[in-house]
């Protein structure tokens, strides 16, 4: 696991902040994907515009799997039909938002978890 707030190798254990995120890595899973980045904010008011880390692992890509800002079905979505974000996309999470980004390998389908 490694923990960041907004940008990676960033991070805020200070009271008031409201923002958290961070990667888990799939233990010998180097370069097949399946790798999960985790984004939260807990505040009330502010959003806040997380940069993830780039994508773990040689031709690997990142797909939103989760934003809970998003509207059914969209939300939570299988990750056969999801977007390719790119290597280290940027997201924007609302307030008490959640977006959950996996990782894939180019050129195949990883089963989401």
């Not at 888990?24 to 994907?33: F, S």
Request: with cysteine; proline share 5%; net charge neutral.
């Amino acid at each position: 696991i490694s923990w960041q707030y907004l940008t990676p190798s960033q991070q805020n254990w200070a009271v008031d902040c409201h923002g958290l995120a961070f990667l888990l890595r799939v233990e010998g899973n180097a370069n097949r994907g399946g790798d999960f980045f985790i984004m939260l904010n807990g505040g009330r008011n502010q959003t806040l515009h997380f940069e993830a880390p780039a994508a773990p692992g040689q031709g690997t890509s990142w797909h939103k799997i989760i934003d809970t800002a998003a509207a059914a079905p969209e939300d939570f979505r299988e990750l056969e039909v999801t977007v390719r974000q790119g290597k280290a996309p940027a997201m924007t999470v609302l307030p008490f938002g959640c977006i959950v980004l996996q990782s894939e390998q180019s050129g195949g389908k990883t089963r989401g978890r």
